[in-house]
């Protein structure tokens, strides 16, 4: 089959969007997969579909599948392009879009500037910080640029990790880091995302504060693995850091990919407002096996 699609990224972390407005393609794990597959395939972090409204309260239904197939619950920096690309195919005319998730209802507004806010519902925290014992974790590769003993913040870790857990629709891990530069994500990130611990696996956020309205954030992906951004981490990260007591309630979130804006309220009733940029890169069809 030969479908077409729109590539776009939000902070690089980046997208291929399907319109499934006029029907459904009908497309399986294995062809998200591909489509996802950055050799055999467009190459993205995540698969957005754009769906007709299931019902009269929202405009329309926005449905997510991660790189390994599988679909999620929530894509913040997905949402933002989600609404740029609605607009950019005329598809609504709306500056004020609201979309049904697997996560419930999330509204995207279109600013001025050319950027979009996202009201990203509210953080839901598990009540205690998990340890993890590093001790179980195998010495990294020779030459992984990693150190051993689990070196966390120059500290070697024999001590547990502890993690702060919350969700934003999608489940967030969340660790303190002194430098995200030198953080082990490469071996705690598979580690807690997949660990028994998290049945339905886990998104891992390793976050440094620079100051009460900055941090910066990197975030190894459910499903994926470390992306360039996470606009769910980065609303889950400063929740974590407003309930520690770490953050304000306004925060400049800095990730590899690019800068996010993140507020929130510190009750658990607040909503989570995450603004960033959202970018159409280019357009294209591909020719898809029929069965997969
Ligand atoms: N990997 C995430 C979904 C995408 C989240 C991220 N791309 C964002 O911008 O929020 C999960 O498995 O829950």
Redo the contacts with the bound molecule.
């Keep these: 089959m030969q479908i077409r699609f729109t590539k776009m990224q939000?902070?690089g972390?980046d997208?291929v969007v399907l319109d499934e407005t006029q029907g459904r393609l009908n497309l399986t794990p294995a062809h998200y997969r591909l489509l996802a597959d950055r050799h055999f395939g467009v190459g993205a972090?995540?698969i957005l579909s754009v769906r007709p409204a299931p019902t009269p309260e929202v405009d329309f239904e926005y449905v997510?599948h991660?790189a390994d197939g599988?679909e999620?619950?929530?894509?913040?920096?997905?949402?933002r392009c989600f609404a740029r690309y609605v607009r950019e195919r005329g598809l609504t005319h709306k500056d004020r879009i609201r979309v049904q998730t697997r996560a419930g209802v999330i509204t995207l507004q279109l600013t001025p500037d050319g950027e979009v806010t996202v009201d990203m519902g509210c953080p839901v925290f598990e009540p205690a910080r998990v340890p993890f014992d590093t001790r179980g974790l195998q010495p990294v590769p020779q030459g992984s640029g990693q150190k051993w003993p689990l070196m966390l913040d120059g500290q070697a870790q024999a001590a547990p990790v502890f993690v702060s857990v919350v969700s934003?629709?999608?489940?967030?891990a969340v660790l303190l880091v002194e430098d995200v530069d030198t953080a082990p994500v490469a071996q705690l990130g598979p580690w807690i995302e997949s660990h028994p611990r998290f049945p339905e696996?886990?998104?891992v956020g390793f976050l440094q504060v620079v100051a009460r309205d900055h941090v910066r954030l990197r975030?190894y992906?459910?499903?994926?693995g470390e992306?360039l951004?996470?606009?769910?981490?980065?609303?889950a990260a400063v929740a974590v850091g407003v309930r520690l007591g770490l953050l304000d309630h306004a925060v400049q979130v800095d990730t590899r990919g690019g800068r996010l804006r993140i507020a929130w309220g510190g009750r658990d009733a607040d909503p989570v407002f995450m603004t960033g940029p959202a970018t159409t890169v280019f357009e294209g069809q591909i020719r898809l096996p029929d069965t997969l």
């Design positions: 939000g902070a972390n997208f972090d995540q997510i991660n599988g999620v619950q929530q894509c913040g920096n997905g949402a934003m629709g999608n489940p967030h696996r886990v998104n975030v992906e459910r499903g994926v992306t951004a996470c606009g769910t981490g980065a609303c």
